[in-house]
T-cell receptor
Framework: NAGVTQTPKFRILKIGQSMTLQCTQD?????MYWYRQDPGMGLKLIYY???????DKGEVPNGYNVSRSTTEDFPLRLLSAAPSQTSVYFC??????????????FGNGTRLTVT | QKEVEQNSGPLSVPEGAIASLNCTYS??????FFWYRQYSGKSPELIMS????GDKEDGRFTAQLNKASQYVSLLIRDSQPSDSATYLC???????????FGPGTRLSVLP
């Protein structure tokens, strides 16, 4: 019963480096999301996907990129790490189905530090 | 811009008391409403969901929804120190919309 799995759990990057945060879900959910959460703050939507091959920007997309080649996987790529991207990143999925009453299911998060 | 607001914290209650957490939302067309609990350093976990006006009870938790007033609340009865966490209100605006989260309210239950 894996649900939403994120890797890695922790990562330290130097300014200018790139990396990919991995997210996979085994619930066959069509919608997937990437959020970031800065210390003491709420969740901000970076990118989301409503199905394989379809992605769209959220509230704070600058400096990130995503792809969705399969239903299960939704990787988030940091293009050139900046200190402002130090945050905790959460991947989430959602079964749109026939109603809007399904909740978001979250992964355990990736804590990223950029120095 | 669709907004979700929560009562500013931190909220401190003594053990055994009722904790009341409030949330208001701006989009009158919102369809479903969720309360998540987030312990420090952990991911949000779903506590309650509510879709219809009125009360919904689950153990020590009661969610209340008033769509006319665009207001949703969470009551925690017999609060325990283990309830100390940040509580996030989330609203799903329906077709074509995404979840919108409030900033969270930090609750401290004092032994």
């Amino acid at each position: 019963n894996a649900g939403v799995t994120q890797t890695p759990k922790f990562r330290i990057l130097k300014i200018g480096q790139s990396m990919t945060l991995q997210c996979t879900q085994d619930m066959n959910h069509n919608y997937m999301y990437w959020y970031r959460q800065d210390p003491g703050m709420g969740l901000k939507l970076i990118y989301y996907s409503v199905g394989a091959g379809i992605t769209d920007k959220g509230e704070v997309p600058n400096g990130y990129n995503v792809s969705r080649s399969t239903t299960e996987d939704f990787p988030l790529r940091l293009l050139s790490a900046a200190p402002s991207q130090t945050s905790v990143y959460f991947c989430a999925s959602y079964d749109r189905g026939f109603s809007y009453n399904s909740p978001l299911h979250f992964g355990n998060g990736t804590r990223l530090t950029v120095t | 811009q669709k907004e979700v607001e929560q009562n500013s914290g931190p909220l401190s209650v003594p053990e055994g008391a009722i904790a009341s957490l409030n949330c208001t939302y701006s989009d009158r067309g919102s369809q479903s409403f969720f309360w998540y609990r987030q312990y420090s350093g952990k991911s949000p976990e779903l506590i309650m969901s509510i879709y219809s006006n009125g009360d919904k009870e689950d153990g020590r938790f009661t969610a209340q929804l008033n769509k006319a007033s665009q207001y949703v609340s969470l009551l925690i009865r017999d609060s325990q120190p283990s309830d100390s966490a940040t509580y996030l209100c989330a609203v799903n605006g329906g077709y074509g919309q995404n979840f919108v989260f409030g900033p969270g309210t930090r609750l401290s239950v004092l032994p």
